[in-house]
């Protein structure tokens, strides 16, 4: 996973109470990008973060530690939400492109998180990377 995926989006939270989903943090357009830091829930190591902030003001918006096990939802081309744990957060994009842009670099690193992980990967074989012996031959499609 090279570098920095950067979109612009306005971040969303999903509203139990009304079942809608609304801005976070006032709303307006974001710069939303996928890094790895240290977040604040991940207790001084280094892991990838969603992080959003918003471009009127710089103030952030979004801190979301990439877990194994989030559940990333495409509901149509500009609006993609996921949930980690209780939590769930959206982007509305700014367009197709950078929807796409955002679900590949996030796919990116969950499978860089499947593949470091002690359990057996989800991956087959010939899925794995092909980076090193420079045969990229396989596609891997996300879409079901």
């Known amino acids: 996973f090279d ?48 992080r959003g902030e918003r471009l009127r003001d710089r103030a952030p918006v979004l801190e979301c530690a990439i877990q194994k096990g989030l559940v990333y939802n495409k509901v149509n081309p500009i609006f993609h939400h996921w949930r980690v744990e209780e939590r769930k957060f959206g982007l509305t994009f700014q367009s197709p492109a950078d929807a796409i842009s955002f679900e590949r670099g996030l796919q990116s690193v969950l499978e860089k998180l499947d593949r470091g992980s002690d359990s057996p990967s989800s991956l087959t074989p010939e899925e794995g990377d092909t980076e090193d012996d420079g045969q990229a031959s396989v596609s891997v499609s996300y879409r079901e």
Do not use: F, N, Q
């Open 3 to 50: 570098g920095h995926v950067r979109v612009r989006a306005v971040v969303m939270t999903r509203d139990d109470s009304s079942g809608g989903w609304v801005p976070l943090g006032g709303g307006g357009l974001s710069h939303v990008i996928i890094c790895k830091g240290r977040s604040s829930e991940g207790r001084g190591r280094r892991e990838y973060v969603i």
